[in-house]
């Protein structure tokens, strides 16, 4: 059975620091996952309507309108060029995409897929669907003459919400180039930078002006608060894109068509991004003082939702002193050992919870 061969999901395994943070008195305040809680702006939600009466199938390569709205996006927002929007494939959120990338792109037994040495657990979870190998890595010379078919990045990170320099993705890209590996890139907290500012992958900066070999991962979760509407796309080389429709088409991995006119509406607007952004800074300015007060040291965290903090001891520990506080976290043991005496804390809590639980670390 598949499932057998699948880590248990980390966040089953909170039931007790929850139950321990829901007896507070002024109940739980849920920092453990990164899902939005600000109501989807209403130029996405007059998108989804104008298509809610539209019959037929939609297009598995989604409309043109949506390819070119992403194309647009990406050369505003993030200086992306070059782009062909025929290189622009929706897909049902990022996370199955990031899911089944491996699978789709035809890896399997024997080959190898290189995830961050502290990951989003679903990049270990696509290998693994797979048939693939996993290592752990973020510097390339503990790889040593290795020829992987696969080596994810993430910038902004989850959990650690570091941001890698154009520099070192260009690295990664011609390290992986030279080898005939493809470099895929989990992108949807890019437009979230606090002390650094994020760059694609898809950056001439990086790329050198060519895309093959690279593919970029895109959610509007984050940055729309479109987490209900399941709605990304991945973008890049354009054979790669070519190829990951294929198989699509033939299996039925289609976004609703209402869902893509949701998605061209919140890739036209910035207005409804930026005042996201500034919700986030916001919490995260009264969150960031408030861990530092009660003894945390936080690393990285440049960039994204979390807060990557410790005080060197378990990260279970941490997570149930935050418990006993009505605060329920991640600890960092769900994204890699090496996370092992760190905890996160997500953006995701509305402003009179966040400075709720400000005022219980005080």
């Given at each position: 059975m598949i499932a057998a061969n699948l880590p248990d999901f980390p966040w089953d395994t909170l039931a007790e620091p929850k139950a321990v943070a829901g007896r507070h008195p002024g109940g739980v305040i849920d920092l453990s996952i990164?899902?939005?809680?600000?109501?989807?702006?209403?130029?996405?939600?007059?998108?989804?309507?104008?298509?809610?009466?539209?019959?037929?199938?939609?297009?598995?390569?989604?409309?043109?309108?949506?390819?070119?709205?992403?194309?647009?996006?990406l050369a505003r927002r993030h200086g992306v060029t070059g782009l062909d929007p025929a290189a622009v494939l929706p897909t049902i959120g990022s996370k199955e995409a990031v899911a089944l990338l491996p699978s789709l792109l035809g890896v399997g037994a024997g080959s190898t897929v290189v995830v961050p040495e502290l990951a989003y657990p679903t990049y270990e979870v696509g290998v693994r669907l797979a048939g693939a190998e996993l290592v752990r890595a973020d510097g390339l010379t503990a790889l040593g003459p290795a020829r992987p078919a696969l080596v994810w990045v993430n910038s902004p990170g989850n959990p650690t919400g570091k941001v890698l320099p154009a520099e070192h993705l260009r690295k990664v890209v011609d390290w992986a180039r030279e080898r005939g590996s493809i470099v895929l890139s989990d992108e949807c907290y890019l437009t979230l930078g606090w002390d650094a500012e994020p760059v694609s992958v898809l950056h001439p900066d990086v790329t050198g002006g060519r895309l093959d070999g690279v593919l970029a991962v895109h959610s509007l979760s984050k940055c729309s608060s479109m987490a209900g509407y399941r709605a990304g796309f991945v973008t890049g080389d354009p054979a790669l894109v070519k190829q990951l429709?294929?198989?699509?088409?033939?299996?039925?991995?289609?976004?609703p068509r209402p869902v893509q006119a949701a998605m061209t509406a919140a890739l036209?607007?910035?207005?409804?991004?930026?005042?996201?952004?500034?919700?986030?800074?916001?919490?995260?300015?009264?969150?960031?003082?408030?861990?530092?007060?009660?003894?945390?040291?936080?690393?990285?965290?440049?960039?994204?939702?979390?807060?990557?903090i410790t005080r060197d001891e378990d990260a279970w520990q941490t997570t149930a002193w935050f418990a006993e506080r009505g605060i329920l976290v991640?600890?960092?043991?769900?994204?890699?050992?090496?996370?092992?005496?760190?905890?996160?804390?997500?953006?995701?809590?509305?402003?009179?919870?966040?400075a709720a639980a400000a005022e219980r670390l005080a």
């Open positions: 990164g899902t939005p809680v600000d109501p989807v702006p209403q130029v996405i939600a007059d998108g989804l309507a104008s298509a809610a009466h539209v019959p037929g199938y939609p297009a598995t390569h989604g409309t043109p309108e949506l390819r070119e709205a992403a194309v647009a996006a429709l294929a198989v699509r088409k033939h299996a039925g991995m289609i976004v036209t607007d910035d207005e409804h991004v930026d005042a996201q952004r500034s919700r986030f800074r916001a919490r995260r300015s009264v969150l960031l003082a408030a861990v530092r007060r009660a003894g945390f040291r936080v690393d990285h965290s440049e960039g994204g939702m979390y807060l990557w991640a600890p960092g043991t769900f994204y890699g050992p090496k996370g092992a005496r760190h905890v996160r804390l997500a953006l995701t809590a509305t402003d009179e919870r966040m």
